[in-house]
């Protein structure tokens, strides 16, 4: 019996990479012109795979808009395959509602051309996490495809992988890669010795299943001889084999499912192929942005517009625009900034645009919510889920401040008076309204020398929109022929404040909590010597040391010691040269302390180093002096357990990792970090191969806990688990900054060939100033260990803070949603016209879920009703629910 041959032809497209996406794009024009034109003239060149991506077919059509119904007629016919993502994105850089609204955008794109693909397509990914299999049965798919990350446990092309949670897809499995077919020779004997060799090679993992020829690679063009060659190869096999253009999908339909073995959880094995670990540290700046930009639309725009807005008001466009520009960088050369610097320039602008359309809309919707307030004065807002405490800033009339705050600034007001004509003074109301944040209201009253306006900054004038046009409606009655104006901006001063039990999805004003703002805290004290300084608040007790500038917490010593070692390595990893040098002491440490309580006290403590300059790449070693100073501050909070830490410096050396070590209260043998929809357990090793070595860096979304220790961050993704001795880890290795020359290099220690092409780049070298946010938090001993995502909200979450005029409707203390249970909400929006809610429950025990006096149904990632919901429910463990919720 002849042996089946899968031939699929596709191109891998990289948007962006070691070329900007407009030199890409002029060339995927090229390519679908082409392969376009081929596929209408020659019916058999049977299919055609458009990478599993739909930004390719966006991407044409708006240089070839005319072609559209081609694509649609050729993918009506089974020649086009399209989809089911947007862009093939990388997994782990990116947060888990982003792969949602991924593959949610990709199958609305392709379901104008017939429908996305129905497989799991991931040929590409530095890795896979753990909760892809649920995402894909959430939207119906039975079939995965992977590549990287597969460990040397799986010794079949197909295995059943598996979710936390349960969810199960067969895995079909590139034991090469995704180009095992590319570059087919036009010689139909030396196409077949092409597979035989290969099955030859790969016979353990291959067996006798039919074999998976994918005819195709990074940017390579279809091979127009495909068909005829085909034809001859099977004419010259004599039965040996069956060649057969065809679909990913048909190849995944009929494979043998029998006797798979089944791998639970992530893929991050380098035992078969580069995992390019050093992706998450490269280019931290990135990070940084994605982490800012994905918090500004999930945690804050979505919500509160939702909650806030009058549902006719949701911004759908608006934040069309910035989940496409968040999509675009979810690619994974994008996201993982392993490309020319003119790329990742360009990954920044959109995360910077996205950010700040959510700024816009959650400024828009808090408005709303301010504007319509029946009580006056300042009123916090809780944009997370939880019950909360905690320090808001809050601008107060006068200088003379309440009880039990912490004053931050004082400005003094100002009045200024002109007389003008009335034409000329409109002109100059209507500029000053416009532009001049003090004024918030008018007054307008009639007198013999002409029309008085104050302009004012308080509560009790008109308000007045910042529009020209309308400020000049305001005058239009005025019989007089001057006017007499004031700008009158009284004195303020701007304080913290501790408010208590904000609700979650809530709001209470300020004066309903400051009678206990003094009681509610032991307040924070900060005290300076010549050999330590110390921040205490009853909770916390940290002490820094003026010789090694380290600092302890609650008698817990070495926290913020900064390691620097050379980096030989590329975007991809971090590899050391020959002579390694590090440097973990200080030359100098001062010790002062930039804010002393009550309510928030601060250290920084400032250290120099003497770095060398860079790598040298012929001996490989690093040379060169050069002292940089780094300021690491510490702020303590009264009333909470968490040490909010930062690192900034100036980045004048070359070709290193800087990383904080962070000792953990108890020896550790494994980590567990935030992924998407749930949290990870991993030990101190890693599995490597022939072509990377095993490296113990792993990636975290937002929060690593390990040895009693929680460390939540923004954007600094890269831990270790380092120290280890014989009852496990002592340290935790927190990756502050990577700089690297290379986008890609040849053979190094940790990686034998390169993966990419070998240019020498500037921006990956990180020169100029950064600051790096993240804290620290140690485990209670009487209450056991902390919920990271709680700290990650009081972190990375502010409470918000408006202003009420006092006329509208709205209470000044209410619940929008009422959501309890041990559930993270992912996402809350509003959806095809409801209000739609998904919560995952990251623990390994069912928890139950209530959203008070709402009901709706449960549904799929496709919007398919699976279930009813009416007010509570249980969620399995690390299972995700989406909720469409009557309004």
């Given at each position: ?7 699929v032809?596709?191109?891998h497209?990289d ?11 002029a ?21 055609f ?19 559209k ?16 993502w ?124 039919a ?102 008001q949701w ?9 496409l ?128 306006v ?19 409606q ?50 924070v ?50 590899s ?9 002491t ?6 002062t ?6 309510l ?25 002096r ?63 191969g ?14 690593v ?20 001795a ?29 993966a ?56 000044g ?8 249970g ?16 998904r919560?995952?429950?990251?623990g ?20 398919n ?23």
């Amino acid at each position: 019996m002849s042996r089946r041959v899968n031939i699929v032809p596709h191109t891998h497209w990289d948007r962006e990479w070691y070329l900007p996406f407009q030199s890409f794009r002029a060339r995927l024009v090229e390519l679908l012109d082409s392969l376009l034109d081929r596929l209408l003239a020659d019916t058999g060149y049977a299919h055609f795979l458009l990478d599993g991506q739909m930004a390719v077919v966006d991407d044409y059509l708006a240089i070839r808009p005319e072609r559209k119904e081609t694509l649609r007629r050729l993918a009506a016919d089974g020649r086009l395959a399209m989809g089911p993502w947007y862009t093939l994105p990388d997994e782990f850089l990116v947060s888990g509602e982003t792969h949602i609204r991924n593959l949610q955008r990709g199958r609305r794109v392709a379901a104008d051309f017939g429908g996305a693909m129905e497989v799991g397509y991931l040929p590409d990914m530095f890795g896979h996490i753990a909760q892809m299999p649920q995402l894909f049965r959430l939207f119906g798919y039975e079939h995965a495809v992977v590549w990287r990350g597969v460990p040397s446990a799986v010794e079949a092309t197909g295995f059943w992988w598996q979710s936390p949670d349960g969810s199960t897809v067969r895995a079909e499995y590139l034991p090469t890669g995704y180009g095992n077919g590319a570059n087919m020779p036009r010689d139909p004997a030396a196409l077949l010795s092409q597979i035989s060799e290969w099955v030859k090679d790969q016979r353990t993992i291959v067996g006798d299943r039919a074999v998976l020829w994918m005819n195709g690679s990074d940017h390579l063009t279809p091979q127009p001889f495909l068909p005829q060659v085909v034809a001859e190869a099977n004419a010259l096999s004599e039965g040996t084999y069956e060649l057969v253009v065809t679909s990913l999908a048909a190849h995944l339909a009929a494979a043998d499912s029998t006797d798979l073995t089944t791998w639970s959880g992530e893929l991050r094995s380098g035992a078969r192929a580069n995992l390019l670990r050093g992706v998450g540290s490269n280019r931290v700046d990135v990070h940084q942005a994605a982490a800012r930009a994905e918090r500004a639309l999930e945690q804050r725009a979505e919500p509160l517009a939702a909650l806030l807005q009058p549902p006719g008001q949701w911004p759908e466009a608006l934040l069309d625009v910035a989940w496409l520009e968040m999509l675009r960088n979810a690619a994974h050369d994008s996201i993982c900034a392993c490309s020319h610097d003119e790329v990742v320039d360009a990954v920044k602008v959109r995360y910077a645009e996205a950010r700040q359309i959510g700024e816009a809309i959650e400024e828009r919707s808090l408005r709303y919510l301010a504007d319509d307030l029946a009580v006056s004065g300042p009123v916090v807002v809780n944009p997370s889920q939880r019950r909360r405490s905690g320090l808001v800033e809050v601008r107060f009339p006068g200088t003379e401040p309440w009880g039990g705050v912490q004053v931050t600034s004082i400005d003094d007001g100002c009045h200024r008076r002109f007389d003008l004509p009335m034409e000329q003074g409109i002109a100059v109301i209507a500029e000053e309204v416009m532009w001049n944040a003090d004024c918030t209201g008018i007054r307008l009253s009639e007198h013999d020398a002409g029309l008085h306006v104050a302009m004012v900054r308080d509560g009790s004038a008109v308000d007045v929109p910042r529009n020209r046009g309308l400020v000049k409606q305001a005058f239009e009655h005025s019989l007089s022929e001057r006017m007499i104006a004031t700008v009158l901006v009284p004195p303020t001063h701007r304080a913290l404040v501790r408010v208590e039990d904000v609700a979650g999805y809530g709001w209470r004003p300020v004066a309903a909590t400051t009678d206990r703002v003094a009681t509610a805290a032991v307040p924070v004290t900060v005290t300076v010597t010549d050999s330590q300084s110390t921040i205490s608040n009853g909770l916390l007790t940290v002490v820094a040391d003026a010789v090694t500038g380290t600092f302890s917490i609650n008698g817990v010593a070495g926290y913020g010691r900064l390691v620097d070692d050379g980096d030989a390595g590329d975007t991809y990893n971090w590899s050391p040269p020959r002579k390694q040098l590090v440097v973990d002491t200080p030359s100098t440490v001062m010790l002062t302390a930039f804010e002393r309580g009550p309510l928030r006290a601060g250290l920084n403590i400032r250290r120099s180093y003497v770095w060398p300059e860079r790598i040298d790449d012929t001996l490989s070693e690093r040379i060169g002096r050069r002292e940089v100073w780094v300021t690491t501050s510490i702020e303590v909070r009264a009333g909470d357990s968490i040490v909010r830490v930062s690192v900034e410096f100036d980045n004048e050396v070359a070709d290193h990792r800087l990383r904080m070590h962070l000792p953990l209260p108890s020896p550790a043998s494994v980590s567990h970090a935030e992924c998407a929809f749930t949290v990870v357990e991993r030990g101190l090793d890693a599995e490597g191969g022939p072509s990377e070595e095993p490296m113990s860096t792993f990636p975290s979304r937002r929060f690593v806990q390990a040895g009693g220790l929680t460390v939540v961050h923004e954007g600094l993704l890269e831990y270790e688990l380092v120290d280890i001795a014989a009852f496990g880890a002592a340290t935790l290795a927190l990756t502050v900054i990577r700089a690297t020359r290379f986008l890609s290099r040849g053979s190094m220690t940790m990686r034998p060939m390169p993966a990419g092409p070998q240019h020498e780049l500037r921006g990956s070298q990180m020169p100029g100033r950064h600051r790096l946010e993240f804290a620290l938090c140690l485990d209670d001993p009487s209450n056991g260990t902390v919920d990271p995502y709680a700290i990650v909200d009081d972190v990375f979450l502010p409470m918000s803070v408006v202003y009420g005029a006092g006329a509208g409707t709205t209470p000044g203390t209410h619940q929008a949603l009422d959501v309890r249970g041990a559930v993270v909400v992912s996402s809350l929006r509003r959806n095809n016209g409801h209000l739609e809610l998904r919560v995952f429950n990251p623990g390994p025990q069912p928890a139950e879920v209530s959203v008070a006096g709402r009901s709706g149904n449960v549904v799929d990632l496709g919007g398919n009703v699976l279930d009813r919901f009416d007010e509570a429910m249980t969620v399995g463990a690390h299972q995700i629910v989406t909720l469409a919720l009557t309004d």
